[in-house]
Nanobody
Framework: QVQVVESGGGLVQPGGSLRLSCAAS????????MSWYRQTPGKERDLVAD????????NYADSVKGRFTISRDNAKRTVSLQMNSLKPEDTAVYYC??????????????WGQGTQVTVSS
């Protein structure tokens, strides 16, 4: 069973920066694709950024391109989301997602408990 734990959320002023971290255990980390999602009340959980298992491929939502950077350290079994130039609309609960492929070829998702990010003056 993969366990996923996020950290690093908090309150930040507009224009500020915040770094989220996520640790995953219970599976070979270098075989997990990792992603960050965010969700606000009454809305669906949206993809923010993802990174391939080997770290060579990344993908970002248009709303965060140029401001957020996802990275991973397979030796430390962690993935991070560096968030710069934060805007009030970035306020949300941020979730870390780990995805593995089962022996039957099915994608299996594991989620962290979420961490609140609030951008406000």
């Amino acid at each position: 069973q993969v366990q996923v734990v996020e950290s690093g959320g908090g309150l930040v002023q507009p224009g500020g920066s915040l770094r989220l971290s996520c640790a995953a255990s219970g599976f070979t980390f270098s075989r997990l694709a990792m992603s960050w999602y965010r969700q606000t009340p009454g809305k669906e959980r949206d993809l923010v950024a993802d990174i391939s298992s080997d770290g060579t491929s990344t993908n970002y939502a248009d709303s965060v391109k140029g401001r957020f950077t996802i990275s991973r350290d397979n030796a430390k079994r962690t993935v991070s989301l560096q968030m710069n130039s934060l805007k009030p609309e970035d306020t949300a609960v941020y979730y870390c997602n780990a995805r593995r492929v089962s022996v039957l070829g099915k994608e299996v998702d594991y989620w962290g408990q979420g961490t609140q990010v609030t951008v406000s003056s």
